[in-house]
């Protein structure tokens, strides 16, 4: 059983709107074991949509389009959808009082160009939309269909969940789902993970094993299809377990669970405050321990010209050791400690230009230092910078020596 998916609307391709309804919609299929082949956004325009629809239908079992259905004349879907399988377009009473009744309810009076979305290609089967005025609606063609899906992503994600996939789990007899357990990994880059359990990925067909890289965190996916999620269950568990013996302490959390979250429990577990200091991060460690540690996080400065940082120094009575970058971190860690009265100071210190004459010092680095009463940490990368990458690539590196300072304590 295989799909597409046709998102629709001219918006998209001039970039105004991102296509997230496909990525979702892309998910919900997976998870229901529907192959999905090809995406495809197309523009408001009536002969590349019939070009499209007419291939999407050649090609699939299923096609599912967003957007086009509502009331003004761009909105073309049904026409085209109406076109291509040879079908009038009519009416549907019903559906046209509902969408009446809908603005009377909110004080309106719907305009006639409304009644287009009571009008459907002949023989469809209307669906509800409990959260917009734009019905849904499908058409079959012989062993096809071809499911219409408003645009708006509230909207059709309800429908989805509640309408369409148990439709497509009836008519086509679906009787295997995709399940996926995702371990989440930190301090390994995307080859050495690859590196570890090449062999499992290279062997592995039920379940499948993949690996996906983001800035300073790497995902191991485990996707097994079977009847029901206690038999995925039964398939993922023994490969996990061989992944686990090899990733080991890199794995810190699993699905939905973040790094953040996992500092999180790791400081409520050991009942310690923790503060940060940061240069050109820009405050997002200092956020990413705010959203996850609200209640153990201390302080967190971030830091803007250095003549600033030193008067700190010279404020607070600590000592600034600038005789390289990495002692540079840690004097702030212990200047922050020593601020916030928390238990850990963490700093961040940056540099993407070298704009300090400090010897030793290097371009695009980034020196981490973690302290409290009974020790201290460091780690040094060779990356930094202020765009949107570099700060999530200083968090997730900020978060891991955290965390390991934290389990080793």
């Not at 708006?152 to 086509?172: A, G, H, S, T």
């Not at 991060?281 to 705010?290: D, L, M, P, T, Y």
């Not at 940490?377 to 900020?398: E, F, Q, W």
């Amino acid at each position: 059983m295989n799909a597409e998916i046709v998102a629709i609307g001219s918006e998209l391709l001039l970039g105004q709107i991102v296509d997230s309804n496909s990525a979702w919609i892309s998910q919900r299929l997976a998870e229901n074991g529907i192959n999905l082949f090809f995406k495809t956004i197309v523009g408001d325009n009536p002969e590349r949509m019939n070009a499209i629809l007419k291939n999407s239908l050649e090609r699939a079992d299923i096609v599912i389009t967003s957007g086009g259905i509502g009331p003004t004349k761009d909105d073309i879907t049904r026409d085209i959808v109406a076109k291509v399988t040879n079908r009038n377009l009519l009416t549907d009473q019903e559906s046209l009082n509902d969408i009446e009744e809908r603005f009377r309810k909110r004080g309106f009076i719907p305009t006639k160009n409304n009644d287009r979305q009571a009008m459907f290609p002949e023989g469809s089967i209307i669906i509800k939309n409990p959260n917009g005025t734009a019905p849904s609606f499908i058409v079959e063609e012989k062993n096809k269909s071809i499911i219409c899906l408003p645009g708006v992503p509230f909207e059709m994600k309800w429908l989805v969940e509640n309408e369409v996939i148990p439709y497509l789990r009836k008519r086509y007899e679906l009787n295997e789902i995709i399940h996926y357990k995702v371990l989440k990994t930190i301090d390994l880059g995307e080859s050495n993970v690859d590196h570890l359990i090449g062999d499992i990925i290279e062997k592995s067909k039920n379940p499948t094993v993949g690996v996906l890289a983001h800035p300073g965190q790497v995902d191991v996916r485990i996707a097994a299809k079977a009847k029901n999620k206690k038999e995925a269950d039964l398939l993922i568990n023994p490969v996990k377990k061989e992944i686990t013996s090899l990733l080991k302490d890199a794995i810190f959390g699993e699905d939905g669970e973040t790094l953040e979250k996992n500092i999180g429990k790791l400081l409520s577990t050991n009942n310690t405050t923790i503060s940060t200091i940061e240069n050109i991060s820009g405050g997002a460690i200092s956020e990413a321990f705010q959203n996850s540690t609200i209640n153990l996080y201390s302080q967190g400065i971030t830091m803007g010209a250095n003549n600033n940082m030193i008067n700190l120094f010279n404020k607070y009575d600590v000592n600034l050791d600038d005789s390289d970058p990495i002692k540079i971190a840690l004097s702030q860690a212990y200047l922050i400690k020593k601020i916030s009265s928390s238990n850990i100071g963490l700093a961040y210190y940056g540099i993407a230009s070298g704009e300090l004459k400090v010897e030793n010092l290097g371009k695009g680095e980034s020196y981490f230092a973690i302290v409290s009463d009974s020790g201290y940490d460091t780690k040094h990368i060779r990356s930094a910078g202020i765009g949107a990458p570099d700060k999530r690539r200083a968090v997730m590196n900020a978060l891991s020596l955290a965390r390991k300072f934290l389990i080793n304590k």
